[in-house]
């Protein structure tokens, strides 16, 4: 197994990987090495048989505070654009098994971007959430002004990008940005997580798979274009076993046997 400095990763129940944020020191700002470590590890567990979804957490105190802005501070134009600064944040979008972030504490800039290129975003009534980086005379480059525009809408992403005002959980949950607010207690967030996890990773892997990409695609295509690829999908997946299984399962009134296949 590798040795990572920046995270942890476990397996903590049936079918699920777990990856932690682990820069305490640092409320788990997402360093380049962080962010190295995270590719590699989602890769890897992309790619693993056993693994049937991710969580993503980080500590009680924060999920992510933000980029590493001590790394970040001296960087010219020149060194950012030429080295193409955050282009690798993009991977975790490109991972084909689900992912969910479970939040506490702090979900700042980066943080909170982090989240929202998670497939579900489940927070403990601590999360505080927000997008500050107006503060340091930038904006967010890590996907905060397009992907909260999908998930809350244009006038309060304005109001948080422009003012750089922090957000509750409570906020979140009610915008839509959040699937829920779990309850309150230490590591409730991440067992709830984990539970969710579990659901997914019991289901038959092509179908959650098809899943995942047919509600993404809906982000990029218009509504005729999403609902031609959803039913293509839909008719694709009569080409499966799992197809077979899961109506033979139900006519027959028993649990289906999924193979993957
Ligand atoms: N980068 C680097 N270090 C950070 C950090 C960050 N984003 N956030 C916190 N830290 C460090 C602090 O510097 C501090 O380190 P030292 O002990 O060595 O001084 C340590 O973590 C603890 O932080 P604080 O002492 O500040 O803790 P606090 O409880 O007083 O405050 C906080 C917590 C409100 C989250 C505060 O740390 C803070 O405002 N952090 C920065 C938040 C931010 O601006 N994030 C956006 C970053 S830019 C970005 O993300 C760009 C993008 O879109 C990709």
Redesign the pocket.
Known sequence: AKEYENIIVSRPGNGVGLITLNRP???N?LSSPLFEELNYATAELDGDNEIGALVITGSER?FA??????EMKDKTFADVYQNKF?ENWGKLATIRKPIIAAVSG?A???GC?LALMCDIILASPTAVFGQ??I??G?I???G?TQRLIHAIGKSRTMELVLTGRNFSAAEAESWGMISRVVKEGEGEVVKEAIKVAEAIASKGRLAVHAGKEAVNAAYEMSLAEGLRFERRIFHGLFATQDQKEGMSAFAEKRKANWSHS
């Open positions: 020191k640092a409320l700002a924060a505070a933000g980029a590493d802005i001590k955050l702090y700042l800039g980066g971007e500050p980086e503060n340091l930038v967010p480059g890590g905060g």
